[in-house]
């Protein structure tokens, strides 16, 4: 509601509140945050107060005849600041209250229609709109914000056209006209040495150096994406090389992991890179790298022993010298039938 104030006031105002997307592109390197418009003043506060006061009403009735009446109230408040954005300063304030009545009006009737009672009851309600007075207030006080750094003419020029219902009888100025006057100076000042740095040989010349410079950052951007693609999936064969050649399950299971989560890394490198515009040999060729460590990386996931099938199989080692010496001593042992027949008389 204040920026909307704001901008129908004429007033350059600049958007704070998300700045979300200029820092992302300034990361980015397609944007130079420097060419943001500095912010002279910034205003602040709040709806602080919002009470219900309660109400009263009358009712009078004569032979089943009579009207009602009650209302109530609401009360609310807010206090708007404007800050110096160089020093930090309040250079102005505006405290805003403002009642909201509602009131009902109301009629009954009542008789009696041989043994059968009759009632009627007909009425009215009738209460501000809370959210379209929060609106007009929240106007009035950026009007005053507005109007301590104004033109006094221009000023009172626009209050006279305020009714008195809107707010429009005694102005609620509240601020120190040294800092505002102050403050002034340094914003003009300021002005002044941005006009004086800015190119003057045509309109374009700041927005092509600025483009220019986006583009080497760009450049710059995909040039270390690049290189830390290569480094990572370098990183990543090398210890699916090392997962590989161990004999050792721990060692393997390792070493296969770390390749695994350092492939990813290069993957996701290589893909940023490719949307920032990587193409050609330098893409190509950091492209084999990662598709290579992807190969070995799935290859020595790939030859990883369970640690169950391992076991069983140590001990299916171990227990086979022990039945190659039973067999043995059984066969050494065991006599010829024919020598036996031959050795009998």
């Known amino acids: 509601m204040v920026q909307s104030s704001l901008f129908r ?33 910034y205003i602040s506060g709040s709806i602080n107060s919002l009470d219900f ?3 009263g009403g009358a009712s009078i009735s004569v032979a089943g005849v009579g009207p009602s009446y009650r209302q ?8 708007l600041s404007m800050t110096d954005a160089l020093t930090g300063r309040i250079v102005a304030s505006v405290p805003l209250q403002r009642q909201m ?11 009696f229609f041989g043994d059968t ?14 959210h379209f007075v929060l609106r007009q207030m929240l106007s009035l006080a950026t009007f005053e914000l507005v109007g301590q750094v104004a033109n006094e003419a221009a000023y009172q020029n626009c209050r006279s056209s305020i009714s008195a219902f809107a707010g429009g009888g005694r102005p609620h100025r509240n601020g120190s006209p040294e800092a505002i006057r102050d403050a002034l100076q340094v914003a003009a000042a300021a002005a002044t040495e941005s006009d004086q740095t ?11 150096e600025a483009r220019e410079n986006a583009a080497i950052s760009v450049e710059e951007h995909i040039n ?18 090392e997962s590989i050649a161990s004999t050792t399950p721990d060692v393997q299971a390792q070493k296969a992991a770390e390749a695994l989560q350092l492939v990813r890394l290069a993957g996701q490198a290589l893909r940023r890179a490719a949307e920032l515009g990587m193409d050609g040999p330098r893409g190509d060729a950091t492209a084999i790298v990662v598709q290579r460590a992807l190969e070995l990386t799935i290859e020595a996931n790939e030859l990883l022993t369970p640690p169950e099938e391992a076991s069983e199989e140590s001990q299916t080692a171990d227990a086979a ?12 042992t065991a006599v010829d039938p024919g020598q036996e027949d031959a050795a009998v008389p």
């Open 9 to 41: 006031s004429g007033a350059a105002v600049v958007n704070r509140r998300d700045p979300a997307i200029a820092v992302m592109e300034t990361q980015w390197g397609i944007r130079d945050i420097q060419r943001q418009l500095p912010v002279n003043f």
């Open 53 to 55: 006061i309660p109400g």
């Open 72 to 79: 109530s109230r609401i009360l609310v408040g807010l206090d």
């Open 101 to 111: 009545f509602s009131r009902e009006v109301g009629a009954s009737v009542g008789r």
């Open 117 to 130: 009672l009759v009632s009627l009851e007909a009425g009215g309600q009738e209460r501000e709109a809370v």
């Open 198 to 208: 800015e190119p003057t040989a045509d309109g374009n010349q700041g927005g092509a």
């Open 224 to 241: 270390e994406l690049s290189n830390q693609a290569s480094v990572l999936a370098a990183r990543a064969i090398a210890a699916a090389e």
């Open 321 to 332: 010298p022990e039945d190659a010496v039973v067999d043995a001593e059984q066969d050494s």
